[in-house]
């Protein structure tokens, strides 16, 4: 029987990106093309610089994508691609370039949900045992999901406000250390002391026990750098960042650790850019190994955006011919709910 080829496209946010995959877990080409350079002087994403940016790239990213996996447009099965959530302006192209494809090449569309691209990251390199946990991080959401296929998953929590990645971006803001802060903070927290500051752990108690919130923990360290900085006091950044990213890597630990255990789910997946951090990788392997658990997430390479995740998620969706119609939109708010129902 032939394969089934996906080519996937991403332009959530500031990396254009075409991916072909085979059957949902074959990665024949994998292209990322990252702005980060254009952004970071700003200390930040500028929509408008992203729209602009994918727009000149696409077309090439999209070839480079064709050409590395040795196929043309002729063999592909469906085109894939991320609606939502993100940038609007952003998605756009994305979105459009998708349709162009799908309408000129008469090939199915199908639209995926770009947090749940992340948790595909996973397929593309880990044979999963179900039922599974998956705690999703990234710059713009943080949930816990429960996993019975590479399809079917429900909602256990989410963040009532920041996401995990969010609050990163923001410390290293405010700490200097620039855009994007996840990693910066991740590398300079390493010669601090983690038990330097002790900051708020929110959300510890029964009742949210599968829920998250960060501004609580974002703002204290925010106040707490403004009170040294009016006193004139030296700031030991590296100090500042370890005490922070060790209460978001106890947070995400401890209810990741619940969910596991309230689930009975042998397996855990990362997923999401903030799967990169060092510390979190580390701590959930070592606290599931205790509970006799395994903790799987993808490389780093596939932690942050990237098209091959996207691709295989839309496997799945081709597989149950889930798909879009040529009046598909960008979504740029787009609950996880939303895919969980497709
Ligand atoms: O998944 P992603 O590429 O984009 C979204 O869908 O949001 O995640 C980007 C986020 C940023 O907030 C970035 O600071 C964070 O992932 N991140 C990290 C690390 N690498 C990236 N956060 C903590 N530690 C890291 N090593
Ligand atoms: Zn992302």
Redesign the pocket.
Known sequence: MSETLILGIET??D?TAAAVVADGNKMHSNIIASQIDDHCKFGGVVPEIASRKHLEIINDVMAQALAEAGITFADLSAIAVTHGP?LVGALLVGVNAAKTLAYALDKPLVAVN??FS?VAANFLVHDIEFPAVCLV?????TSLLYMTSRFDAVLLGATRDD????A??KV?RVLGLGY????A??RVARDGDPAAFAFPRAFSGQDEVFNFSFSGLKSAVINTLHNLRQKNEDVNTADVAASF?HAVVEILVEKTRAAARAKQAQTVLLA???A???L?RRRLAQALEQDGRRLLYPPMEL???NAAMVAAAGYDLFKRQKFAGLDLNATPVLDINRHLSY
């Open positions: 959530s946010c990396e993100g770009h947090i992340h991080v990234s710059g713009g959401h996401a995990a990645g969010e990163f971006d290293a994007p802060g996840g990693p903070v991740d990213q999401g850019g903030v990169a951090n060092s979190l932690c942050t955006d």
